[in-house]
């Protein structure tokens, strides 16, 4: 664990967590699935935590619940101090705008507006001034390392470019929580690993509780923690040094 997230352990409480955590659906056939089975789990700020498992294991669903996308069947989330069971829909929608920053394995980039006008987007509909969203946007960018493609659209940028523009979305609102999802699954190689080097650096400079759902195990090498969800529960595992 890197030593910020140690600090942040010592001194504060988690900026996000859940317990006894159940996600329960109703199949075609009547019976009931059980994706979620009493998760637990606490993040830190400063802490990157990666999440492994097979396909289908739930790990998606268990980033939308931490994410406070979809609310569980039963079962306890805080965001950022807040415990979400208690707020009403309204509520947690604006919690998570405020709190929570999602990156997935599309970027979901608006094809028709630049790199900077994209990151810009979540400052300008929070109502932040038009000059002070640019500025922001462009310090965000220029950090992901799209300091000159500020005004490419997605079009004329590689995947990389495209996902590293996602990321400084992700950032815009200066959230607490960084969720990514297979973040770097339809990247080459090469895009691959400047991404994963940069949600390693993100998370300690951020101060940011960043969890990551993630097959590749170069990703999760880099995590200071490697948890699997095997049969609906986490359990502590230990991918790094396997490349």
């Known amino acids: 664990m890197s030593e910020t997230a140690q600090q942040a352990q010592g001194a504060v409480a988690p900026v996000v967590a859940a317990e006894g955590v159940v996600m329960e659906y109703r199949g075609g056939d009547g019976m009931i699935l059980r994706v979620l089975d009493e998760v637990a789990i606490e993040v830190q700020r400063g ?9 289908g294991a739930g790990k998606s669903t268990l980033l939308h619940v931490l994410g406070a996308l979809d609310r569980p069947t039963a079962g306890r989330v ?23 920053g999602f990156v997935f ?7 028709e507006f ?28 220029a950090r992901v390392g799209l300091g000159e493609r500020l005004h490419h659209r997605p079009a004329a940028m590689s995947g990389g470019e495209q996902q590293r523009t996602a990321v400084a979305r992700a950032l815009a609102a200066r959230p607490a929580v960084l969720l990514a999802d297979e973040p770097s699954g339809n990247l080459d190689r090469y895009n691959a690993e400047r991404l994963h080097d940069l949600f ?44």
């Open 105 to 111: 394995q599309f970027h979901h980039l608006l094809r």
């Open 114 to 141: 630049s790199a900077i006008e994209n990151v810009m987007m979540p400052l300008r509909i929070s109502g932040m001034e038009e000059a002070e969203a640019r500025e922001r946007a462009a310090g965000l960018l």
């Open 200 to 243: 390693a650096e993100l998370a300690r400079e951020q101060s940011l509780g960043l969890v990551v759902v993630t097959h590749n195990q170069s990703l999760a090498a880099r995590a200071d923690r490697v948890l699997s969800l095997v049969g609906g529960r986490l359990v502590e595992s230990d991918v790094r040094g396997d490349g």
């Open 78 to 100: 805080r965001l950022d101090g807040q415990a979400v069971e208690t707020l009403s829909d309204e509520a947690v929608d604006a919690l998570r705008n405020r709190t929570v």
């Open 47 to 55: 802490e990157m935590v990666a999440i492994v498992g097979e396909s």
